[in-house]
């Protein structure tokens, strides 16, 4: 099976064409970050208007790069939500009208699916139950899977994603925009240990995520301590290099602990960890440090495939093409889409999940 995959929920326009659900034939992304890096974040009316001129010629260069025709693929699948609503609705109306020219059949994917099967193609079969933390600038939530396309939010953030809040903090440190590449090099010449910081824990106990405090200490430590941030073509100091490293180690420590108290709970066979925020080293080195102790495997996409893709939606567009699953001429964007369809109590939950001796 071939599908075309289409993704514009936020600001990367791409499309890709996928074999089987597991072979990348073609995948283009344009990136729009020279667009917003000057107001250091993303403005959807730009984000929406630029997908507006890329979307043809990026589907193009997917069947260019494919060597194949519009005719060749068996089915479209198209990013409805969640994300920025006018960037979403570039992609929906696009896959529609190709999908009705060419008489295909459509699948909408949720984004955070999408980034669940971004390890589909660098990775063996993923065994499940799985758990699956997604974290990105605008997601950082654990998911159980007991099996492919069943979930249940396990834990969420309940203020900042992680991305974002790095994001933020780059902003305050004068590092530009994105902040993770930035942050990551810098932690990298920084001592980890220079600051300390609080892991933020939730009064009720639950396993979920906050970054806005951790965000409030940093401003607090730059206020107190006097760190001048840094200024547009200078090398950051080493304060802010420190401070950076000790940010970083906070906000991973704060991940990866969350996900290996969940995995003791839910006792998954494989762990997953993916979105844009899992390109950073840190993140993966601690991930493959915790499934070491777990005893499980856990799978990463590639760099190119963490960020927002198309690749990724044509996989878990091919599963629901696959099962028959097609949309009607009524599809449309969703900004709140969740992805959770285990209506359950933990209780029952628990009853489905693998234990072992």
């Known amino acids: 099976m071939l599908a075309l995959g289409i993704e514009t929920s936020c600001d990367e326009t791409a499309a890709a064409v996928i074999r089987d659900g597991r072979e990348i034939v073609s995948s283009v992304i344009s990136s729009q970050i020279k667009t917003h890096a000057r107001f250091g974040g993303v403005v959807p009316e730009l984000a929406s208007r630029e997908h507006l001129d890329k979307i043809v010629p990026i589907v193009d260069e997917a069947f260019t790069r494919a060597n194949v025709t519009q005719n060749d693929i068996d089915g479209i699948a198209v990013t ?23 008489n295909k059949p459509l699948v909408g994917v949720n984004h955070i699916e999408g980034h669940i099967y971004s390890v589909c193609f660098e990775n063996p079969p993923v065994e499940h139950p799985a758990l699956a933390l997604i974290v990105s600038g605008g997601h950082t939530n654990i ?35 994105p902040g993770g590449p930035i942050i990551e090099r810098l932690a990298r010449e920084g001592n980890s240990k220079a600051v300390k910081f609080a892991l933020p ?9 906050s970054f806005s405090g951790l965000k409030t200490a940093v ?45 003791k709970e839910y006792h998954p066979q494989t762990l997953i960890v993916a979105g844009g925020v899992a ?4 993140l993966r080195e601690a991930s493959r440090m915790a499934a070491e102790r777990l005893g499980v495997p856990v799978y990463f996409p590639s760099p190119h495939l963490s960020t927002d893709n198309a690749a990724m939606i044509a996989a878990a567009g091919t599963v629901k093409l696959q099962a028959g699953e097609r949309a009607g001429w009524d599809l449309n964007a969703d ?6 369809n285990l209506e359950v109590e933990d209780a029952e939950l628990r009853k489905h999940v693998r234990y072992r001796l």
């Not at 941030?229 to 200078?234: D, F, I, K, L, M």
């Open 143 to 177: 998911f159980y899977v007991p099996t492919p396309g069943q979930y249940k939010v396990v834990s969420r953030t309940r203020d900042d994603a992680a991305g974002e809040a790095v994001d933020k903090v780059a902003k305050m440190l004068g590092l530009g925009y």
């Open 279 to 282: 390109c950073n080293g840190a």
């Open 80 to 102: 409805i939500g969640p994300g920025l609503v006018g960037s979403l609705l570039v992609g929906v109306s696009y896959a529609k009208a190709m999908a009705f020219a060419l």
């Open 219 to 263: 401003t607090k430590y730059v206020r107190e301590s006097g760190l001048q941030p840094a200024s547009n073509g200078e090398e950051p100091s080493q304060g802010i290099k420190d401070l950076a490293a000790s940010f970083q180690s906070t906000v991973v420590r704060s991940l990866v602990t969350t996900m290996e108290r969940v995995a």
């Open 201 to 209: 824990r939730m009064g009720d106990n639950r396993p979920d995520f």
């Open 335 to 340: 900004v709140m889409l969740r992805l959770q």
